[in-house]
């Protein structure tokens, strides 16, 4: 009875996860199935295609950016059509005749611009009467592919701005938001003929960057690597208090490491986790919440990151490793904290484990491992990039042939060593009896090469992420095809001929799965691209920026939270990479510009990473989270109770973006290595005493001051600043007239803080402070403005004003203008070090913990882990 509820519920949960992300249908006919079969195999292999340096070698089948993202999204939709019903109620079993119709009629609008590129260049601004057909009727079954794989709400925030495209100009909208209108030539040549609508810069991360990440992940899970870091979890943390949950977290942040997909992450790790949970005493809710929250940080985890990390780099303008290096921190300190959550929800409920490590301890080993870790990573990687550089040297040439061959002697081994021990068999019951971790750390060790190796090209290498994603997914696929060949061989057990064709079939198998986890995503970026586009064309962005920042008053905060809120908002419906798009493209550059009036110079990707951590409660927030979904489908929870404990799990991850825009050490911006160790260290901390606080456990249950101390002390061990600016000012205004002597007299790589205010050409009147940049500190003052900031000063009438600005230089990329004046001259005061307000929050933090201590009767056989 129990193994036929089990495969009922495994049953209801590959329901789920195909509605949600790679389709419903599973057709019965043998065609039907053939195409759903063929064309994700060949959409991998088409991006495996124009990612590889072959079409350039041979000269054959290069194709440019832009008719890449026409093939790429003509891929995503006909699949949308064919593999997603067009109601819950539409039939699975087959395809009916109208989809399609309409299958092959999105993939030929969406595949116009490669179809003729050439005549659409010859006639660039004079679309012809079909280019506006194909235009209008692409736009149109874009959308319903969208909502067919995503849902209602996108393809509804959607069609609100393309109408507002049209219907601009009615006089029955408010005055402040009205605008001429476009013609349906003008519009549609926007949104479709050319790159700055549906096929722009989201559209080519997805087809140059995002699937090829996808499509590696896939793969890895699709070899065994996702089996092999839960078990590795349970093995580890299994034995403690609460382990399921605990392992649960930890699986679901190595699980984040190769899926970029919280729903898949859900499902993934949630089949196994969210039964032993419920067995060792969490509710359904409580269960599939853990699970939810842990899933939904695997977004936040490098190096995929929801393809949002991607999207950064083109908004940005910084690199991959950039991104990387500002998210690696809140990463780690988030998922810490929630494994504290999870150990402070099993002390309330008063559960054992085998464990008797003290709890301090555990947290202490914790910490250290990670320490450990990422110096070990970071080490191997600077070593290989060492030896990489004298192979270079000794070998010349050679050196790309030798050193593949040696990597490749490496997976050998490391399979062969893998073979030494039985294959893991995974299931509820074998989590309960695994082997000691060492053993199972060996059974797939030659997954970690791949990880390995990416990390290694977009580290050390610094190649791009397109380049580095298509050599690591290249080995995956040789994984694949013979780690079961060679697993046998090692073990004596022939068959290397057949498990080879199933290798081949193991091979096809990722090859599909990575594609159809890409058609929601692929339709997510282009229907995101509409809205961007409607922005560009119509300018409402602007007036959106204005109308929230007049809500705020020209508070920060206030417009921090409003940024937050409509990120909630929009992520009922949207998902996370949609959200990042549409609310970072509206928002990003006026919370710089209106930290910069407050004084505050608040860097763009700080914003991006604010917008981007609210944008993955999507997946959270009721009543439409689609994790929360998928976590009650296995745990057999109420969806709406998951999805608001998961929230309220999810509390700490709220905070960090508000806590990184005053203190971007949290991000490692301008932070060197020593300095960024002690961040993590104390922003560890605070995190884990901000848990403590919020859920009203310490050393024993807290009293309602005790938990507002302790949110007190989090506060200020993550923020000391905020207490030393109410003592001493940061900045000293200085007469504007010094900028020439103290530009002349700064460091290299240093920069002014400067006070403009000025009318721009539109008429409007700016007052803000800048960051200049200043170049070669051998010149004088005036010069090093000139060369990194692109701004000339001169001395007029007794005030310091912009006399002229370089094309494409830093100060008009900060929107400064001519004439502007030089209103103050900041420079930092010296005054005490911020560190000492640690002293008292620590201070605090050892009374609570004395008062809650003796509240605790003493009991030897206490088990705090």
């Not at 580290?459 to 046998?488: C, H, N």
């Not at 809205?531 to 508070?555: D, R």
């Not at 859920?695 to 309602?704: A, I, K, Q």
Request: charged share 10%.
């Amino acid at each position: 009875m129990s193994d036929t509820k089990a495969q009922n519920d495994t049953a209801a949960v590959d329901d789920f996860i195909a509605e949600a992300d790679t389709g419903a249908r599973n057709p019965n006919g043998a065609f039907p199935r053939g195409v759903l079969w063929f064309v994700p195999l060949a959409w991998s292999l088409f991006q495996l295609w124009i990612a590889s340096p072959i079409p350039y070698e041979i000269g054959f089948g290069v194709v440019n950016n832009a008719q890449a993202r026409s093939i790429h999204l003509a891929f995503a939709v006909f699949l949308a059509f064919t593999a997603f019903p067009t109601l819950k109620t539409s039939p699975r079993t087959y395809i009916p005749i109208q989809d399609w119709v309409v299958a092959l009629v999105g993939a030929f609008c969406a595949g116009y611009l490669f179809l003729f590129w050439d005549g659409l260049a010859d006639r660039s601004g004079a679309p012809s009467s079909l280019d506006i057909i194909a235009a209008v009727v692409g736009i149109a079954l874009l959308m319903e592919a969208a909502r067919r794989s995503l849902g209602f709400p996108l393809m509804a925030v959607a069609a609100v701005f393309l109408g507002y495209v049209f219907f601009g100009s009615y006089a029955w909208l408010p005055d402040v938001i009205q605008w001429r209108g476009a013609s349906v030539e003008r519009a549609m040549s926007h949104m479709w003929l050319t790159t700055e609508g549906v096929f722009g810069v989201a559209l080519g991360v997805s087809s140059g960057f995002v699937f090829l990440f996808v499509l590696f992940g896939a793969l890895l899970n699709q070899a065994g690597a996702g089996n092999y870091f839960l078990s590795l979890a349970f093995a580890t943390l299994g034995h403690l208090r609460g382990g399921p949950a605990k392992a649960a977290v930890i699986a679901s942040a190595a699980t984040g490491l190769i899926s970029g997909s919280s729903i898949a992450n859900v499902v993934t790790t949630g089949t196994f986790t969210i039964p032993l949970m419920k067995k060792v005493g969490f509710s359904p809710a409580k269960a599939g919440a853990i699970e939810v929250s842990s899933s939904i940080n695997g977004v936040l985890t490098p190096p995929v990151m929801g393809a949002v990390a991607f999207l950064m780099t083109e908004y940005v303008g910084v690199s991959y490793v950039e991104v990387v290096k500002t998210a690696i921190v809140p990463a780690a300190i988030s998922y810490v904290a929630l494994v504290y959550i999870v150990h402070l929800e099993a002390l309330k409920m008063g559960m054992t484990g085998t464990s008797r490590m003290n709890p301090i301890i555990f947290l202490l080993r914790a910490v250290l491992a990670i320490c450990i870790g990422i110096i070990a990573a970071g080490g191997t990687l600077y070593v290989a990039g060492l030896l990489v550089g004298m192979a270079e040297t000794v070998l010349g040439g050679a050196s790309t042939l030798v050193l593949s061959g040696m990597f490749l002697v490496a997976y050998v081994f490391a399979v062969r060593f893998a073979a030494h021990g039985p294959d893991l068999e995974l299931s509820v019951d074998s989590m309960q009896a695994l082997p000691p971790t060492r053993e199972i750390f060996k059974s797939g060790i030659h997954y970690l090469l791949p990880i390995f190796l990416l990390m290694y090209l977009l580290m050390v290498e610094r190649k791009s992420p397109g380049f580095s994603a298509f050599y690591s997914a290249t080995f995956m696929l040789l994984i694949l095809l013979t780690q079961d060949a060679l697993k046998a061989h090692f073990r004596g057990e022939g068959q290397f001929a057949p498990l080879l064709k199933e290798g081949l079939s193991q091979v096809g198998e990722g090859l599909i799965i990575g594609a159809r986890n890409m058609i929601g995503l692929a339709c997510a970026m282009a229907v995101a691209g509409i809205i961007v586009g409607s922005v560009t064309l119509t300018g409402v962005g602007q007036v959106m920026a204005e109308f929230v920042e007049f809500l705020s008053g020209g508070n920060l905060m206030l417009m921090l939270v409003f940024v937050a809120l409509i990120s909630i908002i929009l992520g009922m419906g949207l998902p996370t990479t949609a959200n990042y798009i549409v609310v970072s493209s509206l928002m990003a550059g006026v919370v710089v510009e209106l930290g910069a009036q407050s004084g505050l110079i608040v860097p763009l990707i700080a914003v991006h990473m604010f917008v981007f951590y609210f944008g993955i409660m999507a997946d959270v927030t009721p009543p439409v989270g689609l994790a929360s979904f998928a976590a009650a489908a296995i745990s057999g929870g109420d969806p709406l109770r998951t999805g608001f404990q998961a929230f309220f799990y999810s509390i700490r991850t709220a905070l960090l973006p508000f806590l990184f825009i005053f203190n971007t050490d949290l991000l490692l911006i301008d932070v060197g290595p020593v300095q960024a160790i002690a961040v993590f260290i104390v922003a560890l901390v605070a995190m884990l005493v901000f848990a403590a606080g919020t859920m009203g456990w310490f050393v024993t249950r807290s009293r309602l001051w005790e938990s507002a101390v302790l949110v007190l002390v989090a506060l200020t061990l993550f923020r000391p600043g905020f207490w030393l600016d109410q003592v001493q000012a940061p900045y000293e205004n200085v007469p504007a007239s010094e900028i020439f002597a103290l530009a002349e007299a700064a460091p290299p790589d240093g920069e002014l803080r400067v006070g403009l205010e000025g009318m721009t050409l539109d008429g409007d009147f700016v007052s803000s402070t800048y960051l200049l940049p200043l170049g070669d500190p051998g010149a004088d003052g005036t010069a090093r403005l000139e060369q990194a900031a692109g701004l000339t000063l001169v001395e007029r009438d007794g005030q310091v004003v912009v006399d002229l600005i370089s094309f494409g230089g830093k100060a008009e990329d900060m929107g400064i203008d001519f004439d502007w004046t030089v209103t103050r001259l900041e420079v930092e005061a010296d005054r005490l070090p911020k560190e000492l307000f640690y002293i008292p929050a620590l201070l605090l933090l050892a009374l609570v913990a004395l008062v809650q201590r003796r509240r605790v009767s003493p009991d030897p056989q206490e088990e705090l882990a």
